[in-house]
């Protein structure tokens, strides 16, 4: 089993900056990317940022591109994502998944951490 844990989401105004973590656990040495997706209220689940292991290729939503940073460190089984300029549509419950096992599919997922962006 793998477990993944986000924190760091919170209430900010628009044009800040958040910066959130996820931290896996358990069988994590053969994670082939790690990624974070986001769910609106009403709005289905959508991705937002992704990150290879092998490599370190990372890619994101056009939605983000340009202002989230997805970084990480396979080693110690973490994830960030840096949010900049962040807009009232970026308000969202945040969460990490992991690739480990059917290859391109996320097998694990966090409970997910908030973030309210105020206006």
């Known amino acids: 089993q793998v477990q993944l844990v986000e924190s760091g989401g919170r209430l900010v105004q628009a044009g800040g900056s958040l910066r959130l973590s996820c931290a896996a656990s358990?069988?994590?040495?053969?994670?082939?990317?790690m990624g974070w997706f986001r769910q609106a209220p009403g709005k289905e689940r959508e991705f937002v940022a992704r990150?290879?292991?092998?490599?370190?290729?990372?890619y994101y939503a056009n939605s983000v591109a340009g202002r989230f940073t997805i970084s990480g460190d396979n080693a110690k089984s973490t994830v960030y994502l840096q949010m900049n300029s962040l807009k009232p549509e970026d308000t969202a419950v945040y969460y990490c998944?992991?690739?480990?096992?059917?290859?391109?599919?996320?097998?694990?997922w966090g409970q997910g951490t908030q973030v309210t962006v105020s206006s």
């Open positions: 990150i290879h292991w092998n490599g370190g290729s990372t």
């Open positions: 358990g069988r994590t040495f053969s994670s082939r990317r």
């Open positions: 998944a992991v690739d480990i096992d059917l290859p391109g599919t996320w097998d694990y």
